[in-house]
């Protein structure tokens, strides 16, 4: 009978994924926004997405090798970390600028607070913001090869230039001005299907972040709901709200978490919008909901069995 009694710490049940596997299945899932990215924008969206996530790769090794860490690229963090940066860059941005947005999402975000599953933030998104700040790289708007360019401007630019909303076959198609991997919401959608049905993510953040900013634009917009729509559709919302705000490290573990995370980056996202001085507020509210998330660990946290809420 003793040899039946095993002492361990937990977890005791492990549902056999790795790091590496899970990490595959968001490059899969990140696969027909690329190749959306590709078609729509030109080659060179496939160039910005080859350096970008091969110097964070080469970063992240480099930083292994030199304080003489245990190798961690093969658990393709870095790549996803790179591809999700590209694609939230505009086609036309200078290459150097790539390799530096990688470098400081790899070595500054990453790698310097001990790696995977150590950091506040979600490198990428964090990136992205530094760019934005130091370079105003977002500016640079990515045209779409397939449509006349000279009506290309990225929707909410258009929106808040001239209150004109681009067509909501346009924004699903992505044949719209904008980052190489915002534009196109049918490939996103597509990507959100399929971690779903590999229990990547749940819907809890995703929805509850993108259903904030349609109430709250539906009712800004004068109970619109084609406006509303085409708010959701614009930008870096879905994109943000699919495959940022739901990194494992950055986000609360529980439902209720979950939820409170993706309504306060909603709200935050429509405040930015709609007041601040940027046309766009994504970037901005999952890396302030990112700060947040050890409060909102605490406050959702589940009682340990057997033990009492502290």
């Avoid at 978490?257 to 709609?274: H, N, P, Q, W």
Wanted: one cysteine or more.
């Amino acid at each position: 009978m003793d040899n039946l009694m095993h002492l361990s710490v937990s977890p005791h049940i492990h549902s056999g994924r790795s790091t590496a596997t899970i990490m595959r299945d968001v490059i899969i899932a990140l696969l027909p926004t690329a190749i959306a990215g590709t078609v729509i924008f030109g080659l060179r969206s496939l160039l910005v997405i080859a350096v970008t996530v091969a110097s964070a790769v080469l970063f992240e090794a480099l930083f292994n090798i030199i304080t003489k860490k245990q190798q961690t690229i093969g658990d393709f963090s870095a790549a996803v970390t790179g591809l999700l940066l590209a694609l939230n860059l505009p086609a036309g941005i200078p290459i150097w600028q790539c390799v530096v947005g990688s470098a400081f999402a790899i070595l500054l975000v990453k790698c310097i607070f001990g790696g995977i599953g150590c950091n506040l933030v979600n490198p990428a998104i964090t990136a992205r913001v530094f760019m934005l700040v130091a370079f105003g790289s977002m500016t640079v708007q990515s045209f779409p090869k397939i449509v006349d360019t000279a009506s290309s401007a990225t929707p909410l630019a258009q929106m808040a230039e001239n209150g004109n909303a681009p067509a909501l076959k346009d924004l699903l198609l992505g044949t719209t001005g904008g980052a190489i991997g915002e534009t196109c919401a049918i490939a996103l959608l597509v990507g959100f299907a399929y971690l779903l049905i590999r229990r990547v993510i749940t819907w809890h953040i995703p929805v509850a972040f993108v259903g904030s900013v349609f109430v709250l634009s539906f009712l800004m917009e004068g109970f619109d709901v084609m406006r509303a729509l085409a708010l959701v559709l614009s930008g870096g919302l879905l994109i943000g709200a699919i495959f940022m705000a739901t990194d494992y490290v950055t986000s609360p573990p529980t439902a209720a978490g979950k939820i409170i995370f993706g309504v306060g980056a909603g709200l935050l996202t429509f405040l930015i919008r709609y007041f601040g001085v940027y046309p766009e507020g994504v970037s901005f509210a999952i890396l302030f909901m990112n700060i947040l998330n050890p409060y909102i660990e605490k406050l959702t946290a589940h009682n340990v069995f057997g033990g009492k809420r502290a």
